[in-house]
Each structure stands twice: as C-alpha cells, then as structure tokens.
C-alpha cells in the first residue's frame, strides 16, 4: 500500500525566513502526491499536487513543492513565511492510479510562523 | 473551487444514539468520501461511494457505519449506535468530475460530533 511519511510533528520559522515542511512517500507504481493545509477549525484545502511532469510544482498561497525522486520526497516550500501561513500541513498520497482512489494522510506537521 | 456543504456543524449526542451526518455537494461531483480526524489529528479514511454503491471501506468502517445517496443529492453518513471513540471531526470530500481534474479532493468544513 501507498504512504506517506511526515517526520516532523512541528516547525517553526521566523516571519520572512524560508520554510519547508518535509514529506516522503512510499509507492509502487508512479506517486501521486499532494499537499493540503487545514487552518483551526476547518476543512482541509488543495495546495498542490505532483502528478507527472516538471519537479517543482507551483500551488495555492506561494507554495511549492519538490519532487525527488531518487530521494522519495515532496518536500513543502515557501521562499519567505507570513504569520498567516501558520496552520497544520497534511502530505498525502492516492492509493492506486486510479483518479477515485482514495487519499491517505500523513500524520501531519504543525507550522508556526513567529512573528 | 467545488464547494462542498456538510451539516450540522456540531452535533453532541448521548452514547448509543444515531447520528446521521449530511454532505451537500454541487453538481458533476462523481465521487464522494468521508474522512474522520481525532482531536486535530491524522486524517483517516472511512469510505468511499461511487454511482450509489461503497467502493471501499476501512477497518475503522464497521457496521455501526453507512452511507447512502437517497435522492441523488444529499450524501449521508449514519452512525447506528455511537460509542465515545466515535466523537471526532468528519468531512466529506469529493472529486470533481471535470475532465481536467486528476482527482484532488475538495473538502466540506467538517462536522464535529461529540458522544457523552
């Protein structure tokens, strides 16, 4: 089966400095791999996705991601963090290359942007 | 961007009491979902339905649990008889069904459910 691997519970960035926030997967098959941010409260949103194609992806908010291959990851980006980017970051993997497989989450990683 | 309506926001019940949770998509969502998550937790799947019938169903998916589509509409989860375990957070989610789509999720804002 799919999976996805967020080895961090929390990570803090000061306000205006680089972020990432790391993922690695674990597929049979070609991955396809997403990111979703969830602010208190609510529902989870659509940042990005890698389906196929160039290896950073470009989402929602001034996200990016890179795909690597050869190192199973998709790690998150943001070359300068806003305090409103605080919120929980969710990696995710669909389980099959069918587009109605379901997706499974990773534990999810905590972001704190100090300001 | 699909919007995707659940209700009730917030239901507190007493433990073994039903609880049916409503999912309002808009039109040409073809797929449909429902997610729970534990107190800000990991995101679990419970099950997925496809044109009026499950696809596929977790462990955690027990017979307490259903889902139905009655008129085409609404998507419903049911709980039969809720346990304490079951207070968490569940969403609906659904996959549009444009052709540009390559099957991200859009998800509702979620409908807390606490057992007593």
């Given at each position: 089966?799919?999976?996805?691997?967020?080895?961090?519970?929390?990570?803090?960035?000061?306000?205006?400095?680089?972020?990432?926030?790391?993922?690695?997967?674990?597929?049979?098959?070609?991955?396809?791999?997403?990111?979703?941010?969830?602010?208190?409260?609510?529902?989870?949103?659509?940042?990005?996705?890698?389906?196929?194609?160039?290896?950073?992806?470009?989402?929602?908010?001034?996200?990016?991601?890179?795909?690597?291959?050869?190192?199973?990851?998709?790690?998150?980006?943001?070359?300068?963090?806003?305090?409103?980017?605080?919120?929980?970051?969710?990696?995710?993997?669909?389980?099959?290359?069918?587009?109605?497989?379901?997706?499974?989450?990773?534990?999810?990683?905590?972001?704190?942007?100090?300001? | 961007?699909?919007?995707?309506?659940?209700?009730p926001s917030h239901q507190v019940t007493?433990?073994?009491q039903?609880v049916i949770l409503?999912?309002?998509?808009?039109?040409?969502?073809?797929?449909?979902?429902?997610?729970r998550?534990i107190?800000?937790?990991?995101?679990?799947?419970?099950?997925?339905?496809?044109?009026?019938?499950?696809?596929?169903?977790?462990?955690?998916?027990?017979?307490?649990?259903?889902?139905?589509?009655?008129?085409?509409?609404?998507?419903?989860l049911?709980i039969?008889?809720t346990?304490?375990?079951d207070s968490a957070m569940y969403?609906?989610?659904?996959?549009?069904?444009?052709?540009?789509?390559?099957?991200?999720?859009?998800?509702?804002?979620g409908s807390r459910l606490t057992v007593l």
């Amino acid at each position: 089966a799919q999976s996805v691997a967020q080895p961090e519970d929390q990570v803090n960035v000061a306000e205006g400095n680089p972020l990432t926030v790391k993922c690695t997967y674990s597929v049979s098959g070609n991955p396809y791999l997403f990111w979703y941010v969830q602010y208190p409260n609510r529902g989870l949103q659509f940042l990005l996705k890698y389906i196929t194609g160039d290896n950073l992806v470009k989402g929602s908010y001034g996200f990016e991601a890179e795909f690597n291959k050869s190192q199973t990851s998709f790690h998150l980006k943001k070359p300068s963090a806003l305090v409103s980017d605080s919120a929980l970051y969710f990696c995710a993997v669909r389980d099959g290359p069918n587009r109605d497989d379901k997706i499974i989450f990773g534990k999810g990683t905590r972001l704190h942007i100090l300001p | 961007e699909p919007e995707v309506t659940q209700t009730p926001s917030h239901q507190v019940t007493q433990m073994g009491q039903e609880v049916i949770l409503r999912c309002v998509p808009i039109s040409n969502h073809l797929y449909f979902y429902w997610y729970r998550q534990i107190l800000g937790q990991k995101v679990e799947f419970l099950v997925s339905f496809y044109n009026n019938e499950i696809s596929e169903k977790s462990e955690i998916f027990d017979d307490q649990f259903s889902v139905e589509r009655p008129d085409g509409s609404n998507f419903t989860l049911k709980i039969r008889s809720t346990k304490l375990e079951d207070s968490a957070m569940y969403f609906c989610a659904t996959i549009w069904g444009q052709g540009s789509n390559t099957g991200e999720l859009f998800f509702g804002e979620g409908s807390r459910l606490t057992v007593l």
